[in-house]
């Protein structure tokens, strides 16, 4: 029997230029989602089933477990993860976006088959990217 070691939540803020609506449409709409991570079958309803298309990875099952708008949204991603976005407005043209990535085993494997010690570290460094660059490139737009 193994002793679960959790590994650290996966945590990224970013201060983006656009008001808080325009980021909950873009981080809470399937066609939001798309344009900045992956192609997506997402519905903001709690208990909707949807798929995460992850490219080479194949399609990944997700539901929706949080939907508080335009403030929260979460999900539970494949077998073991959960994601949460969280909004905070700061003011009428900005609002801060936190990504927080958590269910992290350091005794478990993705469906992939890979530990996910080893994933979480790429996947630390690719969320980066895609909050710090990939986001603020789509929803910062005029």
């Known amino acids: 029997m193994s ?3 959790t590994l650290q939540n996966i ?11 325009k980021v909950w449409k873009t981080v809470a709409t399937s066609e939001g989602i798309a344009s ?4 997506n079958t997402f519905v903001a309803v709690v208990g909707k089933h949807f798929i995460l298309h992850a490219a080479q990875f194949g399609d990944s099952p997700c539901i929706v477990t949080d939907v508080e708008p335009p403030y929260r949204v979460g999900f539970d991603w494949g077998k073991d993860w959960h994601l949460e976005f969280q909004l905070k407005q700061l003011s ?3 609002t801060e976006f936190t990504l927080i990535h958590s269910g992290w085993d350091a005794n478990k ?7 996910h010690s080893i ?3 790429i996947m630390n460094g690719g969320w980066d990217g895609i909050v710090h660059k990939k986001l603020p490139s789509i929803v910062e737009q005029p």
């Open 3 to 5: 002793i679960e070691e």
């Open 11 to 21: 945590r990224k803020t970013i201060v983006l230029q656009a008001p808080i609506d």
């Open 109 to 115: 494997v993705t469906e992939f088959g890979q530990p």
């Open 36 to 39: 900045w991570w992956m192609p």
């Open 92 to 94: 009428d043209t900005t």
């Open 119 to 121: 994933i979480h570290g």
